[in-house]
């Protein structure tokens, strides 16, 4: 005898209303968190992919950030050195006057704001650290405060309490990039011209007065040439904190376009396509709706209700 039965189709039913209510959920999920997949596990075939992007994204992200606190260091590093160099320049022009005026009535007097100068420049900080203090960040590189202790100095030398350890940083995945300078390397020279002529003025053939001797004047033509040439090397070492600054510029430009270019890939992996979900979203909700009838109306009929 053939058995006639409605459970098979209650079953079917239910099965179908279940699978549509687990799509709906999905979907729903998907609209509202914008992600494919709410745990790597959905993304499975791509994961990767995903992680290496992912971890490139860290790196660059790195770089980046370093980037900015090299660009500031920089920035400082500029006024710095300018700071520096305008001193040489003035010291330059202030013996050219004395020679063309023929008088040294106020050279040491200059010369004690040209030190100044110089003094700033090399002690100056950065985020509270010296700028050229080498690795030693606890105290000024240059360790006198006046020009009279420069010039009571055994030696320009003695004055430098700086390391030889140049700061380094790495803008990209290249090798680390040298963007530090150290006090003695670039004082050296104009902190020397300014004590020979802080001691020539204390030794017996000083003071400067009114009237420059003939050896005063023949001391001042013989410095001017080594203050010239520590104002041009002042200037070629700021040339070269500019170039330091165009080189993180580039490097951060490179950085932040393959940042784009990687949460790009990453979007493109992860994320959903907002209004092909909201579409799904609103088929699933008709078919949900559609099961829960379907199972309604089967779940009512009987064949008993024949049978009576």
């Known amino acids: 005898m053939t058995r006639i039965a409605t459970n098979v189709s209650n079953q079917v039913s239910l099965s179908e209303l ?57 920035a400082t590093q500029d006024l710095a050195l300018n700071e520096i160099a305008g001193a040489a320049d003035e010291l330059r022009q202030n013996v050219i006057d004395a020679i063309g005026l023929d008088s040294g009535t106020t050279i040491m007097q200059q010369l004690e704001t040209v030190f100044d100068r110089a003094l700033n420049g090399l ?25 009279n202790d420069l010039g009571t100095a055994a030696a320009v030398a003695d004055v430098f309490d700086n390391t030889k350890v140049k700061v380094t940083a ?7 990039v040298e963007i530090g300078f150290l006090a003695d390397d670039i004082g050296t020279d104009i902190l020397t011209a300014i004590k020979s002529i802080k001691d020539f003025n204390d030794s017996a053939s000083g003071p400067f007065g009114a009237q420059l001797t003939a050896a005063q004047k023949t001391f001042l033509q013989t410095t001017l040439s080594s203050i010239t040439s520590a104002a041009e090397g002042l200037n070629a070492v700021v040339g070269k904190n500019g170039l330091l600054q165009n080189r993180v510029e580039n490097a951060q430009t490179r950085a932040e376009d393959q ?13 959903v396509d907002l209004a092909e979900a909201a579409t799904r979203l609103s088929q699933a909700q008709t078919a949900v709706e559609a099961s829960a009838r379907t199972f309604s109306l089967l779940s009512n009929l009987s064949l008993l209700n024949f049978l009576r």
């Open 259 to 271: 940042q784009l270019l990687l949460r790009q890939v990453i979007g493109e992996i992860e994320d």
């Open 170 to 176: 790495r803008l990209d995945e290249g090798r680390p």
């Open 18 to 74: 279940l699978r549509n209510q687990s799509d709906l959920l999905e979907a729903q999920k998907q609209v509202s968190s914008g992600k494919k997949a709410s745990d790597l596990k959905g993304l499975a075939p791509q994961l990767g992919a995903l992680n290496a992007a992912h971890s490139l994204s860290a790196r660059t992200e790195s770089f980046l950030q370093a980037g900015k606190q090299v660009s500031g260091r920089l």
């Open 123 to 147: 002690n100056q900080t950065y985020s509270g650290h010296p700028l050229f203090g080498g690795s030693k960040v606890d105290a000024p590189p240059v360790n006198i405060p006046t020009l």
